[in-house]
């Protein structure tokens, strides 16, 4: 069949009226849809007429609109490509029918129309469900939005319009217009259409938001921190239209065969006809079953046995968060035998974060009385580890004293003010370290055996505490490493420029042997190029800048989205937009069953081709048996491509990562 297998997606940016998401395609919305029951309805008209009798004026005029209604898609399609120098088996689909209706067998063609009409109309809506499930992604992007000027004021601006900076006001039950962050007020979102969390997620000042995510019962004014064009909801819907407009080598690999079996099917066909001639064969038999023979052994199932199963996995994954950019990918992640992970933003999520508050015993402070004095202390700084010690604060609900006489002393620490006293928190190599028998240096000690991130913290000069930061590990890293070590029979290889401890401690807590730490990008790149030396197909997961060699040079590249350098993202084969590790073993796992399905489609396009070439040339295939099992054939190909739609399909392949 040549109807399209994709069809377009409007471009991120273009402003849509809000609807409620899963919206379907209707499918009398579809014209082959609307000519396939014309053509059905007018054939179920004539048939009953001409098998009781009727005048052939009675029924011939059906069945002629049958051919012209069911018919003049195909045809037109198949003359254009003709004038193309290429053979359609469209075309040669309807010069059967017209073929057979010259021979007087008027109802034998009439059905091979009405069957050949009705499959491309299935193939039509089964396309059209695809783009649906990503659509509705763009439909959830609200049109307008509230934006707020630098005096309060409030204007209705097209959501396109926003830019990185602008300020814009939710208010309750609305739709959020642009990804960003909550500058003021409390609320709380639903996204389980961007992130997939099933409950709403309490938002406050701080915290991330998507837009098209909605808004709960308090307002948010949301700071603006990526162009509209690309949030990530636009960044799936052109991801997943950009892979729908790519073919996989199997595919390509099949058109290219195509057009040389269709014309050696043509001159089969055309021996088939003259040569019994030659030999003294009756005329009508012979057309016949030439006729008869150029149906079945279209390639219209082989065809179709590629690209659905393909393209139902990429829309698939994209609903699930993984963004695959090509229906090349998707077939060669399937392939994967070799896995390497960086670590900071990928293992780990890519932020400090307090995990150890430790106040020493003489100091008379609680935890958090020290992670108070420290925040304030820190509040006004913009290094990370400062951020992190804020944070901390802020999560416990804790009230910061105001700070003075704020310094930073760039790889030392900082000092402070607070309540009259002088805080200091720093590195435990600041100048005024403790002597090595201090508490605060064995607790300092114990924290960076341990993987942390010691930050000492002192009262006018005496040491009162310690704090412990790490990157934590993501909670479904442990279990990804382990679904992929079962999927490629080998437990992946970790690559990261952090310091060697570090990275062996996270590599045992996740069950990773091969550790391979302090490297520099050129190294990773070296690393992946060794695996592959060895006739692995390797899988890289990054997010860095740091990351993009080592990911160009891979069989198959995922970044990680959320936080992902934009050349990580654009250097990447795959991008995993909520972060969720565990979708890599999952999409691996989907592609391969993907690629099953493409196997047992082209098995089954054989069998049906050759059983009923071999019945045509062996014996009498009749034409309508003939039309139906070549029809039925492609249509089942179509359909079983298309299971992988479903969301157990995602299911099925995530049991069984």
Not at 159 to 187: C, F, M
Not at 540 to 550: C, E, L, S, T
Request: net charge negative.
């Amino acid at each position: 069949m040549s109807s399209t297998l994709t069809r377009p997606v409007a471009p991120p940016g273009v402003v849509r009226d809000p609807v409620a998401p899963g919206r379907r395609t209707r499918i009398f919305a579809l014209p082959e849809a609307r000519w396939a029951a014309a053509a059905l309805v007018l054939f179920l008209i004539a048939l009953p007429l001409q098998l009781f009798g009727a005048p052939a004026w009675a029924w011939g005029p059906l069945y002629a609109l049958t051919y012209v209604t069911g018919g003049w898609e195909p045809g037109w399609a198949g003359l254009r490509a003709l004038r193309d120098r290429t053979l359609d088996v469209d075309l040669l689909m309807v010069v059967a029918a017209l073929g057979a209706a010259a021979l007087g067998q008027v109802l034998d063609g009439a059905l091979l129309i009405v069957i050949f009409a009705t499959s491309g109309a299935l193939e039509a809506i089964a396309t059209a469900r695809t783009a649906d499930s990503v659509r509705g992604l763009l439909d959830l992007a609200p049109a307008t939005a509230t934006r707020l000027s630098g005096d309060g004021a409030e204007e209705t601006v097209p959501t396109e319009q926003l830019t990185v900076g602008d300020v814009i006001l939710v208010r309750p039950g609305e739709r959020i217009g642009a990804d960003g962050r909550v500058r003021e007020g409390t609320s709380e979102a639903d996204q389980a259409t961007i992130t997939g969390e099933p409950l709403p997620v309490a938002k406050a000042a701080g915290d991330e938001v998507f837009a098209g995510t909605l808004n709960g019962t308090g307002a948010l004014t949301v700071r603006v921190e990526r162009d509209p064009s690309d949030s990530v909801i636009a960044r799936i819907v052109r991801m997943v239209a950009e892979a729908s407009e790519t073919k996989a080598p199997t595919q390509l690999f099949i058109e290219k065969v195509e057009q040389r079996y269709s014309l050696g099917m043509v001159a089969a066909t055309l021996a088939l006809f003259a040569v019994p001639l030659l030999l003294g064969a009756a005329l009508r038999p012979t057309l016949l079953r030439a006729m008869t023979f150029m149906i079945v052994a279209s390639p219209c199932a082989v065809v179709l046995a590629t690209m659905p199963p393909l393209l139902s996995a990429i829309a698939n994954a994209g609903r699930h968060g993984v963004l695959i950019k090509s229906a090349v990918v998707m077939e060669r992640l399937g392939q994967v035998d070799a896995v390497a992970l960086d670590k900071t933003g990928t293992l780990t999520e890519g932020t400090p974060q307090v995990t150890d508050v430790c106040p020493l015993s003489h100091s008379g402070l609680t935890e958090e009385a020290l992670l108070t004095l420290a925040a304030a202390a820190e509040h006004p700084s913009e290094h990370p580890l400062a951020r992190a010690v804020a944070d901390a604060a802020r999560k416990r609900g804790l009230e910061l004293p105001a700070a003075w006489d704020f310094a930073s002393a760039p790889g030392t620490g900082v000092t402070a003010t607070v309540g009259g006293r002088t805080v200091a928190v720093g590195s435990p190599g600041r100048p005024r370290e403790p002597h090595p028998d201090h508490p605060a240096t064995a607790l300092a000690t114990r924290l960076e055996a341990a993987g942390r991130t010691a930050v000492l913290v002192e009262v006018d000069g005496s040491a009162v505490g310690v704090l412990g930061i790490a990157d934590r590990l993501r909670e479904d890293a442990t279990a990804t490493v382990a679904a992929l070590t079962t999927l490629t029979g080998t437990a992946p290889v970790l690559l990261t420029g952090d310091n060697p401890r570090a990275a062996r401690l996270l590599g045992t807590e996740v069950g990773i042997t091969d550790v391979r730490a302090g490297l520099l990008p050129q190294d990773k790149v070296t690393a992946v190029k060794e695996l592959a030396g060895a006739g692995r197909k390797v899988l890289v997961v990054g997010d860095g800048v740091n990351d993009a060699p080592a990911l160009a040079a891979a069989h198959t590249a995922v970044a990680m989205g959320r936080a992902g350098s934009d050349l990580a993202l654009e250097t990447a084969d795959a991008v995993v937009v909520r972060d969720e590790l565990a979708t890599i073993p999952t999409a691996v796992s989907l592609s391969r069953r993907a690629r099953r399905l493409v196997v047992q489609n082209l098995v089954i396009a054989g069998v049906f081709i050759t059983g009923l070439v071999v019945w045509d040339l062996v014996g009498t295939l009749p034409l309508p048996l003939g039309v139906a099992g070549h029809e039925g054939s492609t249509v089942i190909v179509g359909l079983n491509g298309l299971r992988l739609l479903r969301d157990t399909a995602w299911r099925s392949a995530r049991d069984h990562a």
